[in-house]
């Protein structure tokens, strides 16, 4: 079955680490795309990109980067600059006009 | 920039109610989607719209593209307990633009 798979589900970062989140789809779709949700706030995006090998920032990009080496795989560095990293995280690909498809998220907690 | 607009950000009814939910912008969208979110996933689209005035059902929801572009609402008949979770609305203008969310509504079913 086609789909985006979110590695891993729970995610625990220590104060000053670098932690990666996995999002691969298997949808053959072009855009992808990482959303932050926080109780209350809805989904904040983060970073996307249209094409491999190219990505542009969201509204919320500082303390995050990304990579799109391959067209399936859009990983998500969330570094040591970003303050307040706990947040459930979620990766989407979009096949226009349908909509997004979601991975099923990643909870990060810093301890 | 584009926002869309749900409120309340809660809304509690009976097993059995029904219900509505709008979503209003100040913009024009081409396309409306509805999403449902339950506690820990991603989320899952319920109905796309993609024609002014369109009217959509799937299932016990209905949805419908407002004329003027700018808004939709999502009906939901005879609620059960498994309606429960946060609905959200997303507006898309074109191919490969990132999609627009409203901050959610999380419903609540008494049994």
């Known amino acids: 079955d086609g789909g985006i798979t979110q590695s891993p589900k729970y995610l625990f970062r220590k104060e000053g680490q670098n932690v990666t989140l996995s999002c691969e789809q298997n949808?053959?779709?072009?855009?992808m795309y990482w959303y932050r949700q926080d109780p209350g706030q809805g989904l904040r995006l983060i970073y996307y990109?249209?094409?491999?090998?190219?990505?542009q920032k969201g509204d919320i990009a500082e303390g995050y980067s990304v990579s799109r080496e391959k067209k399936e795989s859009f990983p998500l560095t969330v570094t040591s600059a970003q303050k307040n990293p706990t947040a459930f995280y979620l990766c989407a690909s979009l096949e226009y006009p349908y909509g997004y498809t979601f991975g099923s998220g990643t909870r990060l907690t810093v301890v | 920039g584009q926002q869309l607009n749900q409120s309340p950000q809660s809304m509690f009814i009976q097993e059995g109610e029904d219900v509505s939910m709008n979503c209003t912008s100040s913009?024009?969208?081409?396309?409306w989607l509805w999403y449902k979110q339950d506690p820990g996933e991603g989320p899952v689209l319920l109905i796309a719209l993609y024609k002014a005035g369109e009217l959509t059902s799937n299932g016990r929801l209905t949805a419908q593209f407002g004329i003027t572009r700018k808004d939709s609402f999502l009906n939901i008949s005879a609620s059960i307990p498994s309606d429960v979770g946060i609905y959200f609305c997303?507006?898309?203008?074109?191919?490969?633009?990132?999609?627009?969310f409203g901050k959610g509504i999380t419903l609540s079913v008494r049994p």
């Open positions: 997303a507006g898309v203008t074109g191919a490969n633009s990132k999609l627009t």
């Open positions: 990109s249209q094409i491999v090998n190219d990505f």
């Open positions: 913009s024009i969208f081409n396309t």
């Open positions: 949808l053959n779709h072009d855009a």
